[in-house]
Nanobody, 125 residues
Framework: QVQLVQSGGGLVQSGESLRLSCELS????????IGWFRQAPGKEREGVSC????????YIDESVKDRFTVSRDNAKNTMYLQMDNLQSEDTGVYYC??????????????????WGQGTQVTVSP
C-alpha cells in the first residue's frame, strides 16, 4: 500500500520558520517528481515548489521565492519543505505529492499519483 505521511506544520508568528516532512512508503521515492502544494481558505490548491525526478533545479512559486526550499532524501524516502520568514498569506493546508513524470514546474494536480493527508500551517500577523 502506497502512503505519503506528512509531519510538521502548526501555528507560528510572522517571520518564523517551519519544516514540513513527507515520507513515502510502499514505493521508492527515487524516480518520482515531488511537489508541495497549498490550499488557502476559499482558494484552489496551488503549487508552491516542485522538484523533477531528473533535475536538481526546483520550481519555486514567485510568492515564496527566497523563503521556501524544497528538498529530498531518497535514502530516507522523504521530502521536505523548509519555510522561512513565514507570512500570514502562507496560511493554508499543505500537501505533498509525488508523480512518475518529469516536470519543469508544478504540474497540474491531475498528473500526480499520490498525495499526503495535508497539514495545517497557520501564520499569525
Amino acid at each position: 500500500q502506497v502512503q505519503l505521511v506528512q509531519s510538521g506544520g502548526g501555528l507560528v508568528q510572522s517571520g518564523e520558520s517551519l519544516r514540513l516532512s513527507c515520507e513515502l512508503s510502499g514505493r521508492t521515492l527515487e524516480g518520482y517528481s515531488i511537489g508541495w502544494f497549498r490550499q488557502a481558505p476559499g482558494k484552489e490548491r496551488e503549487g508552491v515548489s516542485c522538484l523533477s525526478r531528473d533535475d536538481n533545479r526546483p520550481y519555486i512559486d514567485e510568492s515564496v521565492k527566497d523563503r521556501f526550499t524544497v528538498s529530498r532524501d531518497n535514502a530516507k524516502n522523504t521530502m521536505y519543505l523548509q519555510m522561512d520568514n513565514l507570512q500570514s498569506e502562507d496560511t493554508g493546508v499543505y500537501y505533498c505529492e509525488v508523480g512518475q513524470f518529469a516536470t519543469r514546474n508544478c504540474a497540474p494536480l491531475s498528473w500526480w499519483n499520490f498525495w499526503g493527508q495535508g497539514t495545517q500551517v497557520t501564520v499569525s500577523p
